[in-house]
T-cell receptor, first 112, second 114 residues
Framework: DADVTQTPRNRITKTGKRIMLECSQTKGHDRMYWYRQDPGLGLRLIYYSFDVKDINKGEISDGYSVSRQAQAKFSLSLESAIPNQTALYFC???????????FGPGTRLTVL | GNSVTQMEGPVTLSEEAFLTINCTYTATGYPSLFWYVQYPGEGLQLLLKATKADDKGSNKGFEATYRKETTSFHLEKGSVQVSDSAVYFCALSEANQAGTALIFGKGTTLSVSS
């Protein structure tokens, strides 16, 4: 079984719709991250959480919100999706003792 | 602030050719440095890492040496295979702090033909 899972893997939605992307992990890591990947821009950090009660904005948090429901779960929401949020979204986890991050398989989101 | 700069791609090579993907960084102190690889349709996987100056990370025939004097961490492989076709990301984490957010370069696409 995969250590970091993301659902859905693909999603097509319309402008103005609310959408939630979910991430779950079995690695027991405290730290979780959400990134978006766009061609030519690499990965950009949206939000991150160092434990259940800790939420921090990243480089590009506008238009997004997150919820850390448990140590193992970290959800990303788009309250009112817009076309320029079309991207590949990755969740990642990290131990507090090491710097490596472990990534989920990604969610491809298309906003029409 | 901290940043990572990678050579722009795509890089197109024939099988068994030598590969170099350049990566330079800007950071205070001694950050940890990473190369991640993203195969088509998949998430990022850690390829190799180095945590201090002059360390050499290696994995699957790939190597990179942490060069403090040139602030570089170039990725090399002596003989690439078609299966190495992927996007490669250089990344760093802040010095002396475990469990911090990584800063990624923009990625370099490698395409290897037989």
């Amino acid at each position: 079984d995969a250590d970091v899972t993301q659902t859905p893997r693909n999603r097509i939605t319309k402008t103005g719709k609310r959408i939630m992307l979910e991430c779950s992990q079995t690695k027991g890591h405290d730290r979780m991250y959400w990134y978006r990947q766009d061609p030519g821009l690499g990965l950009r950090l949206i939000y991150y959480s160092f434990d259940v009660k800790d939420i921090n904005k990243g480089e590009i948090s506008d238009g997004y919100s997150v919820s850390r429901q448990a140590q193992a779960k970290f959800s990303l929401s788009l309250e009112s999706a817009i076309p320029n949020q079309t991207a590949l979204y990755f969740c990642a986890t990290q131990s507090g003792y090491y710097n490596e991050q472990f990534f989920g398989p990604g969610t491809r989101l298309t906003v029409l | 602030g901290n940043s990572v700069t990678q050579m722009e791609g795509p890089v197109t090579l024939s099988e068994e050719a030598f590969l170099t993907i350049n990566c330079t960084y800007t950071a205070t102190g001694y950050p940890s440095l990473f190369w991640y690889v993203q195969y088509p349709g998949e998430g990022l996987q850690l390829l190799l890492k180095a945590t201090k100056a002059d360390d050499k990370g290696s994995n699957k025939g790939f190597e990179a040496t942490y060069r403090k004097e040139t602030t570089s961490f170039h990725l090399e492989k002596g003989s690439v295979q078609v299966s190495d076709s992927a996007v490669y990301f250089c990344a760093l984490s802040e010095a002396n702090q475990a469990g911090t957010a990584l800063i990624f370069g923009k990625g370099t696409t490698l395409s290897v033909s037989s």
